[in-house]
């Protein structure tokens, strides 16, 4: 059975990863999302895989179910 490790016990896959810029993570508008808020991006830019800008989609309905956030919360 392959290993999905290098000798190093490190990933042999590229982990992805959504990231937040420091500029972004120290701001006070960043630091004054509800939690709620918060997922709603972090969802948003995991969905953007650097050719769909512009293309991106997330509904009230699906924001609510996915993140199990109310329906008010994801509006």
Known sequence: ???HHNQKGRSKKRSQ????????????AWRSL???????????????NGYN???LSLSY?????LL????SSAA
């Open 68 to 71: 199990e956030i109310g329906k």
């Open 17 to 28: 990863y959504v990231p937040i810029p420091h500029n972004v993570a120290r701001s006070d």
């Open 34 to 48: 509800a939690g709620a808020a918060t997922k709603v991006y972090i969802e948003l830019r995991a969905r953007h």
């Open 61 to 65: 309905r699906e924001t609510s179910d």
């Open 1 to 3: 059975m392959p290993s």
């Open 53 to 55: 800008n512009g293309d």
